[in-house]
């Protein structure tokens, strides 16, 4: 089985300062990692994710990932925040192969930015 | 169409009511998923379906029963809730990859958010 541990509940950042939102996975097979964002009153949207390949990963409003397989890691940065970026972020891990399994959640990190 | 969405967006019950959860996708996605998530919590996954067919239920309360009658609509009827059953409900879709590697990418429903009182 896979889990996936976010070590930050909540991160303080001000405006404009650039943000890191650690994540560690556990599993005794390769997987897949996956980076969500949930704004208040909403569901969640994808922001990247890592399947193969460049183990940096670019996604939708200036994050990106970076795969560290001997660290067991997935860390979310951004150079810049902004206050819209004030959200609940989840990693969450999936195993490869066939057929529908959902997702495996770590407990999520709510990022606050401060004017 | 890349949109999954859900109805109604909230929901009042009382503990005798029954009620319907509905989810909507048109992707295409032949799996559909209802997670329950509680306030400040991650998202626990409750049921999944596969080609119609419930592939994965985690020990859910026989309170919640789940129906997929095709393969754009997955639906959750509520009975006989309790207060602790209070919480956001999301449907989720994806393709599904079969015979061989491949990752399900799961795209989300705004939710629904359920207060049983």
């Known amino acids: 089985a896979q889990s996936v541990t976010q070590l930050d509940s909540q991160v303080p950042v001000f405006e404009e300062a650039p943000v890191e939102l650690r994540c560690n996975y556990s599993s005794s097979v390769s997987v897949y990692l996956f980076w969500y964002v949930q704004y208040p009153n909403q569901g969640l949207q994808l922001l990247l994710k890592y399947l193969s390949g460049s183990t940096l990963v670019k996604g939708i409003n200036g994050f990106e990932a970076e795969f560290n397989k001997s660290q067991t890691s997935f860390h979310l940065r951004k150079p810049s925040v902004h206050i819209s970026d004030t959200a609940e972020y989840f990693c969450a891990v999936s195993r490869p192969g066939g057929g529908a399994d959902g997702l495996t959640f770590g407990k999520g990190t709510h990022l606050i930015i401060q004017p | 169409d890349t949109e999954v969405t859900q109805t109604p967006k909230h929901l009042v019950m009382g503990m005798t009511n029954k009620k319907s959860l509905k989810c909507e996708q048109h992707?295409?996605?032949?799996?559909m998923y209802w997670y329950k998530q509680k306030a400040k919590k991650p998202p626990e996954l409750m049921f999944v379906?596969?080609?119609?067919?419930?592939?994965i239920n985690e020990s859910v309360p026989s309170r919640f029963s789940p129906e997929c009658p095709n393969s754009s609509l997955l639906n959750l009827h509520l009975h006989a809730l309790q207060p602790e059953d209070s919480a956001l409900y999301l449907c989720a879709s994806s393709q599904v990859r079969k015979g061989g590697a491949g990752a399900n990418v799961l795209t989300f429903g705004a939710g629904s958010r359920l207060t049983v009182l």
């Open positions: 379906y596969s080609y119609e067919k419930l592939s």
């Open positions: 992707m295409g996605h032949r799996a």
